[in-house]
């Protein structure tokens, strides 16, 4: 049973490109997290999808940054012209059920994404 | 405002030796406080996870405790080995809200 898996690991774009963070989650598992991580800083929630669906994308940044989870295949992370303030480490995580339901959904994560923007 | 922060921002103790982690949160309405390990390069894995209810849990030897009054939590480790050495994150949920309040951890070094 594979954990979550998130590819590339590393990653390196320049200014303007576009970057593309793919997530599989847990087998089993329709609901997907986005997380951002800054050097010395905390994890910061950016989005929470199920299957076809944005649940919660309060964390996202307004323009340029985008997400998906299709019905068939894995998690997309989406970030149109980056620029040199989106290098950071993005993580995915994966649940069975809503962190609100009943009891305490776990979270498992991925290894994370290095971007960056050269 | 919802936070978490952790101290000490670093600590480094001998192989065998116990040490303990605190965390202070103003994450509000509360749920439940979780703490995460996290290896250099690797994403978060969970130790413990505690609703308000709950004033300790154990998983080996690590062992949490909350103090739902005060906001405040502890991760205790005791016998520590060298593959401790790791970030430990401190990390609290609001209740009907759908993401975690993380903190920035304490970064531990375990020495031989």
């Known amino acids: 049973n594979a954990g979550v898996m998130q590819n590339p690991r590393h990653l390196v774009r320049r200014r303007g490109q576009e970057a593309r963070l793919r997530c599989s989650p847990m087998?089993?598992?329709?609901?997907v997290y986005w997380y951002r991580q800054l050097p010395e800083e905390g994890l910061k929630f950016m989005v929470y999808?199920?299957?076809?669906?944005?649940?919660?994308e309060s964390g996202m940044p307004k323009e340029r940054f985008s997400a998906e989870f299709p019905k068939e295949g894995p998690s997309i992370l989406r970030i149109q012209q980056v620029v040199r303030g989106d290098s950071a480490a993005y993580f995915c995580?994966?649940?069975?059920?809503?962190?609100?339901?009943?009891?305490?959904?776990?979270?498992?994560f991925g290894p994370g994404t290095r971007l960056t923007v050269l | 405002k919802n936070q978490v922060e952790q101290s000490p921002q670093s600590l480094i103790i001998l192989e065998g030796k116990n040490c303990t982690l605190q965390?202070?949160?103003?994450?509000?309405?509360?749920?439940?406080l979780r703490w995460y390990k996290q290896d250099t390069g690797r994403g978060p894995v969970s130790l413990t996870i505690?609703?308000?209810?709950?004033n300790t849990k154990s998983n080996g030897r690590y062992t949490a405790t909350l103090d739902a009054d005060t906001k405040q939590s502890s991760l205790h480790i005791t016998a520590s080995q060298l593959s401790d050495s790791a970030s430990y994150i401190c990390?609290?949920?609001?209740?009907?809200?759908?993401?975690?309040?993380f903190g920035t951890g304490t970064r531990l070094t375990v020495i031989p």
């Open positions: 995580a994966s649940s069975p059920g809503r962190l609100q339901g009943v009891g305490y959904n776990e979270q498992f």
């Open positions: 087998k089993g598992h329709s609901h």
């Open positions: 999808l199920q299957k076809e669906n944005i649940i919660d």
């Open positions: 965390c202070n949160y103003t994450v509000s309405p509360f749920s439940n």
């Open positions: 505690m609703t308000f209810s709950e």
């Open positions: 990390v609290a949920k609001q209740t009907g809200a759908n993401n975690l309040f």
